[in-house]
């Protein structure tokens, strides 16, 4: 199911120039389940709107 996206999200070139600079998950814990792309979504969502970090969009929540 496709989400709804929004003017702050990452297109897929942006995306392309920020991935390579995000640490990898460390070997020999628990696998990332934390997808990036939204995290860095989020991050420029919260800088955009100024709102309060608690109160982002669900899609945005855990």
């Known amino acids: ?3 709804k996206s929004y ?3 990452l297109n ?3 995306w392309a120039i920020l991935a390579p600079l ?3 998950a460390k070997c020999g814990g628990h ?3 934390t997808d990036m792309r939204e995290v860095c979504n989020a991050i420029y969502y919260h800088l955009k709107t100024g709102c309060q970090w608690d ?3 669900a899609r945005f929540s855990s």
């Open 1 to 3: 199911m496709r989400r």
């Open 7 to 9: 003017s702050t999200d």
């Open 12 to 14: 897929d070139s942006e």
């Open 22 to 24: 995000i640490p990898p």
């Open 31 to 33: 696998p990332r389940t």
């Open 55 to 57: 109160m982002q969009r």
